[in-house]
């Protein structure tokens, strides 16, 4: 029992990594907070579902289809949404982001309608069997989809030049600029890659979740793993989204009713009183 508890938190807990990821990725580079992160997660698997089981493509032509939808919708809200807004106060991009979600909601509820949905899963829905521990296919699938994303986006991050850039820009958006680096380039491509993570976390968790328009709910489990792990830190996401994700399993499996929903608050809040900033975090001092 505790293993398969273990497994099924760690799944989750990637799920929830992916989309942290999505948040530091943006907060890193811009320094906005996207409070609609879960939102794009729901809208790539509404997309994927919508190539899949209503336009009848093969899984992989559909998942390259909806990246490809989902990597351009993350340039247009650069573009139109975001880029005018450089420069304005934290305060004012926050709301923007909580209405971008809203709207999102909306629109999805609109043409999706807001009933919910069976995601088709295309792999065999036979559990792995290891002595006694039966691992569910879904739960090995979402682990080791995780993996090999997190996988590559080290490698990109690590040996590409527009990885690398992407670093700079994060760690000084004007010394990044001194150096012929495009800061605005930067910004399109990096709310492009989270729109593109939160896609592949939305496709990996509609199967266990199910389908609908309020799924990007799930994001808000994901900040609070962003800022356990130490906002800013992309070690720190994935690791605060295992950490959120087995808490949160363990506490449903083990503790009575209720504990599930609010245990992983409990945890961010304890380790927070006793690292503010975060697991990862780098404590800054600034000189008044």
């Not at 760690?171 to 380039?185: E, P, R, T, W």
């Not at 968790?205 to 609908?212: E, G």
């Not at 929903?261 to 780098?282: D, S």
Request: net charge positive; glycine share 10%.
């Amino acid at each position: 029992m505790l293993w398969q508890q273990i497994i099924s938190g760690v799944a989750v807990g990637c799920i929830y990594a992916l989309v942290a990821l999505g948040f530091v990725l943006i907060y890193k580079a811009t320094e906005v907070v996207n409070f609609a992160q879960g939102e794009f997660m729901m809208i790539g698997a509404f997309v994927a579902y919508t190539f899949i089981a209503l336009l009848k493509l093969p899984f992989l032509p559909a998942l390259v289809f909806t990246l490809i939808f989902m990597f351009f919708f993350g340039i247009f809200l650069d573009r139109v949404m975001f880029r005018p807004l450089v420069g304005e106060e934290a305060f004012a991009l926050v709301m923007v982001t909580l209405g971008l979600s809203i709207s999102l909601r909306s629109v999805a509820g609109m043409i999706w309608t807001y009933d919910t949905f069976d995601f088709p899963f295309v792999f065999s829905e036979k559990p792995l069997v290891l002595a006694s521990l039966v691992i569910s296919t879904i739960h090995l699938t979402i682990i080791v989809s995780s993996v090999i994303l997190m996988f590559l986006l080290y490698l990109f991050f690590r040996f590409t030049d527009i990885g690398i850039a992407m670093q700079a820009t994060s760690q000084n958006q004007l010394a990044a600029y001194l150096m012929g680096i495009g800061v605005k380039k930067v910004f399109l491509l990096t709310w492009a890659i989270s729109a593109v993570i939160a896609a592949v976390a939305g496709i990996l968790i509609a199967p266990i979740s199910f389908l609908h328009a309020n799924m990007g709910f799930l994001g808000l489990k994901a900040f609070p793993a962003a800022v356990l792990g130490g906002f800013g830190s992309i070690p720190g996401a994935i690791v605060g989204g295992l950490i959120i994700g087995l808490s949160e399993n363990l506490a449903g499996g083990y503790l009575p009713t209720g504990f599930k929903n609010v245990f992983a608050y409990i945890i961010l809040i304890v380790v927070l009183m006793i690292r503010p900033e975060g697991i990862f975090g780098i404590q800054e001092k600034k000189r008044v």
